[in-house]
Each structure stands twice: as C-alpha cells, then as structure tokens.
Nanobody, 115 residues
C-alpha cells in the first residue's frame, strides 16, 4: 500500500521552529522530486520549497528563503522541512508532494504561528 504520511505540525510562537516530516511507504522517495506546499485560510495553495531528483539545488519561495530548509533521509525514506524563525504569516496547512511516474500528496499538517 502506498502511503505518504505527514507529521510535525503544531502551534508555535513567532520566532520558534518546527520540523515537518513526510514518511513514504510503497515507493522510494529517491526516485521522486519532492515539494512542500502550503495553503493558508482563504488563500490558494502555494509552493514553499522543492528539490529535484538527484538535484542538490533546492528552490525556496522568497517568503521562506533563509528560514526553511528541505532535506531527505533515504535510509528512512522520509523528507523534512525544517522551519525556523517562524512568523504568523507562515500559518497554513502544509503538504508534501512526491512527483514522479505518479504523484503522491501527504495528507497535510496544520502549522499555527502565534504572534
């Protein structure tokens, strides 16, 4: 069974940190490009960060550049989004996405940053 399970969201004060995880089963993340997206209430889903298959040059949206870091652990078949210096405007539901022969979305995890 293919699964792409997110964890790590929660409530944090401004300036704090969270690390989101997406654990894959039934497929190998190393074969996929990975993206993190977010959707704030009343807004469209937007791209936050992505990294291509065997690509060591990740992309970051300007709004998160210097604060967020995308990474992966092939041994654990898991990808991460480390989020530092969080701001209230980072509040959203965060989704991971694996792009390959098929696309897989995580179920989403809520991140709330209080002022």
């Amino acid at each position: 069974e293919v699964q792409f399970v997110e964890s790590g969201g929660g409530l944090v004060q401004a300036g704090g940190s969270l690390r989101l995880s997406c654990a894959a089963s039934g497929f190998t993340l190393d074969d996929y490009a990975i993206g993190w997206f977010r959707q704030a209430p009343g807004k469209e889903r937007e791209g936050v960060s992505c990294i291509g298959h065997n690509d060591d040059r990740p992309y970051y949206a300007d709004s998160v550049k210097g604060r967020f870091t995308i990474s992966g652990d092939n041994a654990k078949n898991t990808v991460y989004l480390q989020m530092n210096s969080l701001k209230p405007e980072d509040t959203a539901v965060y989704y991971c996405y694996a792009d390959g022969a098929r696309g897989y979305w995580g179920q989403g995890t809520h991140v709330t940053v209080s002022a």
